[in-house]
């Protein structure tokens, strides 16, 4: 059994996995939590990711005779990277494009990761990461509104909002909900474009919002990223 960990900078999420299969994942773990969850297992390699603790810290935490893999920007991947700024690019950008390409080898794809920003990148044919690009996503563009005004409340996302607000209330959700359903929609056809036989897999927290509203075919792959790394994981195990 593997374990691969996804650590953000106040919560965990950890997935178990028996070769390529996930078992289980668990999210919303403190540091602790996620020490004390691994001890209670017994896997065979883990791969740590995180922002804001490193291999080492984890290593003497967790006090445990496993092999621990972390993913840096050295770590050799199952695909190539075509980016000017490897050093900056995010681990959850890769992890999410590595596992589109484990789901869907040799297709040209674009992976929409909606978080705390919203990513679009693309994995072409050959397994080749080529960059793509990131915006706002819909909770930072209400705290924008918020924060840069005097007098626009502080509100929370909601599903399916009406076109015409006829409040200041549903006039904010309508832009930001509808307007960010615009944006992926004129992404995608962008995209879509320039390569034809295009796959969309979509995944991240802000997924439910916007699911059943985008055009088929679209694939919602919500622990995309955990699968991502659990590639990395194997592929770096085989390389021992």
Known sequence: MNIVIDSGNTYSKAGWFENEKLLRYTTGLSFDELIRTIREEQPEHILFSSVSYTEAEFTEALQM?????????QTPLPISKHYDTPETLGADRIAACAGANFLFPDEDILVIDMGTCITYDLIDSSAAFQGGLISPGVRMRFKAMHSFTKRLPMIDPETGPELIGKSTKTAMLSGVMNGTLAEIEGIIQRYRHKFPEL???????????FE??????????????LIGLNRILTYNVSLQ
């Open 65 to 73: 005779p496993v092999r621990v893999h972390s993913l840096s920007p």
């Open 199 to 209: 796959r969309v897999v979509i995944c991240g927290g802000d997924i439910t919002f």
């Open 212 to 225: 059943s509203s985008l055009k088929p075919p679209i694939f919602a792959v919500p622990e995309l990223v």
